[in-house]
């Protein structure tokens, strides 16, 4: 993994120098000085080691109708077949079939799954990280019910312990295990900025209390390019008048080690806010503006534990819709019309959708939907850490433009989103694109109209 | 005791129209498939045919077979073409009994070496020669000697064609078909239980016409009444189609005549000429009468499984053995797992 | 007739038997792999309700995804409709299960079964020549879908020619129909076509898991 330190630290962040790789299909990248062979047996191993009854159930039942293709937004604006989501997994089932499943001594003694390949490996690193952004449309559509992007993510795994990830997904995920953010957030930078923002926007912030009922968490994309989120986020805390910090010693909400495959690092990310968490004897977890940070604690924080959670885990969507619909907060009507980006991991993976449709409804705007819109949206195209992988950007640019497309079609005045990293990746492409629409977050319209009076 | 007398005398003594003859010669063109012009020469070589000589071998059978044949309610053609043969043993019909009957039978062969036919019904026990014996002679026996200079052999019924109920499972008396012990020599099956009379006068009409044994298809039957099905030829076809079933014996459907499928019946795997020909000078058929057809001109038709088992269904072990198998794919499907799990715990430790 | 003996008798035995011991082999190693429990809180109740949910819903296309897969959606449908009609509709047929398993049903005409025969059959080649060319299925198809094919068109094709008989003797038909019932049977739990049972797990699955936090299923 020493290759990976080399040059990468800046590779979440969208306004430093990207390598430019022009043929980004022959190019794959290795950590470690393993051999090929060695290769083989850590990401079969570790590929193995996920093969569950749930993971089972979802590799036996594919009947190859190749649906999955037409809900992917890769093979939709490629046309190229090795982007269809369930072919993304063929070394994934492959060993599976050879490994695991009920006929798998058969496979095995009669030759009829092969082994994977380095090469395979090597080839599929593209398909499981540069062409994935783990947005679950796949799932939606595939008429067996297989949650293909789920095993997406258990297929990374084996590819991280392979040593076969693309690099700067790699450095990210590395830097964020070391450091604690994939930004080089350190408890000195993050209150240094808390402290900046304090100022800034004159707003109370509460940072290390001992005990609180809420923790709150951030993302190193917020604290570092959005720190305005951290002092709106205070602002609607303070409204609500809520007992509430932020911790020096748990606030970055972005798993890289779930992106990037590492389940140690994903455990050690997660356990840092947990333990903040329980520390501070909080009742409640508000995530920030962040998809897959909403995956990770809300949804497999309990998993990472080893049992249920002490405390309620919620998106910043849900707890500003919580605030909203009961009263303790109130906004003042914007009177625009908005379109709305549902974050992938929030809205079709994580079933809070309803929440940010309560706040705007609260905010008084004309919403209107895209089309597929809510949990049918196409995905910006920088979830499951691709917004990392500079060799991407090419491919990432062509399903933008899918995204900015149905954005048009609604004539919104304004767009907004609940996910940090969305709003990067939008950020980026309307740069790229020289876009007329910019990504606003809800989390800041929300606090922008917030109303103070009542205090 | 030879008789001279040509079929067409004999006929004419007996009162026979020569338009009623001619129309028993057309019917039987028709039957044998003929094209019509060939009625004449069949009436032609009938009125000229020497009576043949016939010996009728009865081994292991019910007499069902004969019965059929003679047992007529009035006179009928058929009956008087078999009465116009020259059958010279047949040790139910005949009077001599005994050392005369035989010697009767020796006498037959004698005189019409190579000429004569053997018809024979019932099965022939190869298990114990001692099961079946006529004037002290197995009857595997007195089948090879007689076959020995006849010019064919037909066997009538479907005991002789293909074992019959002798021959059903377990078959304790060793059952065989006439064909399995007649190799070198034209056997022609026409099987049934018991055949359709009609059916053997008119074969027995060709070879006396032509000299010649009909066409047979694989199991030896003459293609020309064994060549379709009961199915195919069957009046209650359109309820099949139409899915209108009898369901009982006595329900709405069975009344109404509608398919008899469900209870059973084999006339789609059944080749044979009933549907056509009919029974009792064409009075009816079984399916006519309310009955499903037993498919019994087929070989094995008494090892089918029950008679009102509808022929879709499939003849194989109930429950227990199923049991047995949902033991052994569990037993299988939970090593694999085991075995699976191993792997993984292992990968475990050693990650 | 003694193709026949052996079709209706050993042969689907056989076919019985290794279907048997087939589904319950391949569920139970998939089943009894290990399984994870989910110790976060859930939005709304999983369990088997969500499962059943899900088994019924996926059954039709999002209405998002509809275009897009309108034509296999629709070849799909009218196949697995066309199977179910000629399998379990046609009076033989019951019969058959009746023989089985002791219960029975009302059938349809023999001619509108020979009808949805033709179309389904009609359908299942539509689909090959959509597998051969399209460029998904060309990429993701392998040994066992074109077999899973050829062992499903079978009874199909032999079933149809059953009435038109190409003078050749029923029996033998109905055996050769019988024998690639027997060959279907014993493929069945081991290849793809196991989706006729494992589609309720996997279903199943997504239902538990993903209506459990809420999520769009």
Redesign the interface.
């Known amino acids: 993994m020493s290759t990976s330190k080399i040059g990468y630290d800046d590779a979440y962040d969208l306004q430093a120098k990207r390598l430019s790789v022009k043929k980004p299909e022959i190019r794959y990248d290795k950590q470690g000085d393993m051999t090929d062979d060695e290769r083989v047996e850590k990401a079969m191993l570790h590929f193995v080691k996920d093969?569950?009854?749930?993971a089972?159930?979802?590799l036996?039942?594919?009947?190859?109708?190749?649906?999955c293709?037409?809900?992917c937004h890769y093979?939709k604006v490629s046309?190229d077949?090795?982007y269809?989501p369930?072919?993304k997994l063929?070394p994934f089932k492959q060993a599976y079939k050879r490994e695991?499943?009920?006929?798998a001594l058969f496979y095995r003694a009669l030759g009829l799954k092969k082994k994977v390949t380095v090469e395979q490996l090597e080839e599929w690193q593209h398909l499981l990280y540069d062409s994935c952004t783990v947005c679950g449309r796949c799932?939606?559509?595939?008429?067996?019910?297989?949650?293909i992007a789920?095993m997406i993510s258990l297929a990374r795994h084996g590819m991280f312990k392979a040593g076969l990830v693309p690099h700067e997904l790699h450095a990210v995920a590395e830097r964020a295990e070391v450091d604690g953010s994939p930004l080089g957030v350190t408890p000195t930078v993050f209150e240094d900025r808390l402290e900046w923002m304090e100022d800034e926007h004159e707003v109370d912030i509460n940072i290390d209390q001992e005990q609180a009922d809420v923790l709150v968490v951030m993302s190193s994309i917020e604290i570092q390019k959005y720190p305005q989120s951290m002092a709106a986020t205070a602002k609607i805390l303070n409204a609500a008048g809520a007992s509430w910090t932020f911790r020096t010693d748990g606030f970055e909400a972005t798993n890289f080690g779930m992106l990037s495959g590492n389940a140690e690092w994903q455990r050690d990310m997660s356990m840092r806010v947990i333990d903040a968490a329980i520390k501070v004897g909080a009742k409640k977890l508000v995530l920030p503006e962040c998809g897959h940070a909403y995956m990770a604690l809300?949804?497999?924080?309990?998993?990472m534990?080893?049992?249920?959670?002490p405390f309620?885990?919620q998106h910043i969507s849900e707890y500003m819709a919580e605030l909203l619909n009961s009263g303790k907060i109130n906004v003042n009507k914007v009177k625009q019309s908005v379109t709305y980006h549902d974050p992938c991991q929030v809205?079709?993976?994580?079933?809070?959708?309803q929440a940010s449709r309560d706040v705007l409804k609260h905010l008084g705007v004309e919403l209107r939907e895209m089309k597929?819109g809510g949990?049918?949206n196409w995905c910006c195209g920088g979830g499951g850490g691709v917004v990392t992988i500079h060799r991407a950007d090419e491919l990432r640019y062509k399903v933008f433009k899918l995204k900015m497309e149905q954005i048009e079609e609604t004539g919104a005045e304004e767009l907004l989103t609940s996910c940090a990293n969305c709003r990067q990746t939008f950020d980026d492409g309307q740069n790229h694109f020289q876009w007329k629409y910019s990504m606003e977050s809800l989390l800041e319209v929300v606090a922008d109209n917030l109303v103070e009076d009542e205090q | 005791m030879k008789d001279e007398r040509t079929l067409g005398e004999v006929l004419l003594a007996k009162g026979v129209s020569r338009r009623g003859f001619m129309k028993y010669c057309s019917a039987t063109a028709s039957l044998l498939a003929l094209p019509p012009a060939m009625v004449p020469r069949i009436a032609s070589a009938l009125e000229s045919a020497r009576r043949p000589s016939v010996i009728w071998l009865s081994f292991q059978e019910c007499t069902g077979c004969t019965e059929s044949l003679t047992r007529s309610s009035s006179p009928t053609l058929e009956g008087l073409i078999f009465d116009s043969i020259s059958l010279d043993y047949h040790h139910t019909l005949q009077a001599a009994s005994g050392d005369a009957a035989e010697a009767a039978r020796h006498a037959a062969m004698e005189e019409n070496r190579g000429e004569y036919l053997v018809l024979v019904d019932g099965s022939i026990p190869l298990g114990n020669p001692g099961y079946s014996t006529i004037a002290g002679i197995s009857n595997v026996d007195m089948l090879k000697e007689t076959v020995a200079d006849a010019a064919a052999v037909i066997s009538v019924g479907s005991c002789a064609a293909f074992g019959g109920i002798p021959g059903a499972n377990p078959n304790p008396t060793g059952a065989v078909a006439v064909n399995e012990l007649v190799k070198d020599m034209p056997v022609v099956n026409l099987p049934g239980c018991p055949p359709i009379p009609t059916v053997i006068t008119a074969v027995l009409a060709q070879f006396l016409t032509f000299g010649q044994l009909p066409d047979l298809d694989h199991y030896g039957r003459p293609r020309a009444f064994f060549g379709q099905?009961i199915?195919d030829r069957c009046y209650r076809r359109p309820f099949?189609?139409?899915?209108r079933?009898a369901e009982t014996f006595d329900d709405e459907g069975a009344r109404l005549g509608w398919c008899l499928?469900?209870l059973g019946c084999r006339g789609?795997?059944t080749?044979n000429a009933c549907a056509t020909v009919k029974w009792n000078q064409g009075t009816s058929f079984p399916i006519e009468s309310g009955h499903p057809c037993l498919g019994c001109s087929?070989?094995?038709f008494w090892d089918?499984g029950g008679f009102y088992?509808?022929?879709?269904?499939?003849?194989?072990?109930g429950g227990t053995?199923?049991g047995t198998?949902?033991a052994?794919?569990?037993a299988?499907?939970?090593a694999?797992?085991?075995m699976?799990?191993r792997r993984?715990a292992k990968t475990i430790k050693e990650g | 007739?003694?193709l026949?003996?052996f079709a209706?008798?050993p042969a689907?035995?056989f076919g019985?038997?290794a279907f048997?011991?087939?589904?319950?082999?391949?569920?139970?190693?998939?089943?009894?792999?290990?399984?994870?429990?989910?110790?976060?809180?859930p939005?709304?109740r999983g369990g088997i309700l969500a499962a059943l949910k899900?088994?019924s819903s996926?059954?039709v296309?999002?209405r998002?995804?509809r275009q897009?897969?309108l034509y296999?959606s629709v070849l799909?449908y009218v196949l697995h409709i066309g199977l179910f009609v000629i399998v379990f509709l046609f009076?033989?047929?019951i019969?058959?299960f009746?023989?089985?398993i002791g219960l029975e049903w009302p059938?349809?005409?023999?001619?509108?079964i020979y009808f949805v025969g033709v179309i389904t059959a009609g359908v299942g080649v539509a689909l090959l020549l959509r597998r051969m060319t399209?460029?998904?299925?060309?990429?993701?198809?392998?040994f066992?879908?074109y077999f899973s094919w050829v062992v499903t068109m079978a009874p199909i094709i032999t079933g149809l020619i059953i009435p038109i008989r190409f003078g050749i003797?029923?029996?033998t038909l109905?055996a050769i129909h019988i024998l690639s019932i027997a060959v279907l049977l014993t493929w069945l739990p081991?290849g793809?076509l196991?989706?006729a049972f494992?589609?309720f797990?996997?279903?199943?699955?997504?239902?538990m898991?993903?209506e459990r936090?809420?999520?769009?299923?």
């Open positions: 093969f569950g009854s749930t089972a159930t979802y036996d039942a594919c009947i190859h109708c190749g649906a293709a037409e809900a093979y046309g077949p090795k269809t369930i072919w063929e695991a499943s009920p006929f799932s939606l559509i595939c008429p067996m019910g297989i949650d789920a809300r949804w497999m924080g309990g998993n534990y080893g049992k249920p959670l309620e885990v809205s079709r993976r994580g079933g809070a959708t597929p949990d049918y | 099905t199915h099949y189609e139409q899915g079933f499928y469900k789609p795997i080749y087929e070989p094995g089918e088992q509808p022929i879709s269904t499939a003849r194989i072990g053995a199923l198998a949902v052994a794919g569990a299988i499907g939970a694999a797992a085991a699976s799990r993984q | 007739m003694e026949l003996d209706r008798g689907l035995q019985l038997y048997v011991i087939g589904t319950v082999w391949r569920l139970l190693g998939i089943l009894l792999l290990a399984a994870k429990p989910d110790h976060s809180a939005r709304k899900v088994i996926r059954s296309t999002a998002e995804f897009d897969t296999a799909g009076v033989p047929h019969l058959f009746k023989g089985l059938g349809l005409p023999n001619n509108v399209h460029p998904v299925l060309k990429l993701i198809s392998n066992d879908d003797r029923y029996e109905l081991f793809k196991a989706h494992l589609v797990f996997s279903r199943g699955t997504t239902g898991v993903l936090r809420g999520a769009k299923t």
